[in-house]
């Protein structure tokens, strides 16, 4: 059984930081390119984040510079590194596991506000 268990979300300030993390059980994590997406009230899933099984990665336009993805194939851990959290970063982020099949996690919610 696949899981994908997302953690680290709450209430920030503009201008804070936060750190996602998502442990993922039932894949061989090492060979999954793993990403973050995020979903705000009344629009679509978007991407935020990717990186592959060599660490290469991928950002949004609007995150480039202030996000960090990271993995650590030990812990079967990806995490997100979030700094200067604007109000538009709200939302609810899903942790993704892509190889020949996908997988989400249920979500971390992310609010910035003051």
């Known amino acids: 059984q696949v899981q994908l268990v997302e953690s680290g979300g709450g209430l920030v300030q503009p201008g804070g930081s936060l750190r996602l993390s998502c442990a993922a059980s039932?894949?061989?994590?090492?060979?999954?390119?793993m990403g973050w997406y995020r979903q705000a009230p009344g629009k679509q899933r978007d991407l935020v984040a990717t990186?592959?099984?060599?660490?290469?990665?991928n950002y949004a336009d609007s995150v480039k510079g202030r996000f960090t993805i990271s993995r650590d194939n030990a812990k079967n851990t990806v995490y997100l590194q979030m700094n200067s959290l604007k109000p538009e970063d709200t939302g609810v982020y899903y942790c993704?596991?892509?190889?020949?099949?996908?997988?989400w996690g249920q979500g971390t919610l992310v609010t910035v506000s003051e």
């Open positions: 039932g894949i061989i994590f090492g060979i999954y390119t």
């Open positions: 990186i592959t099984t060599t660490g290469n990665t």
């Open positions: 993704n596991a892509d190889y020949f099949r996908t997988y």
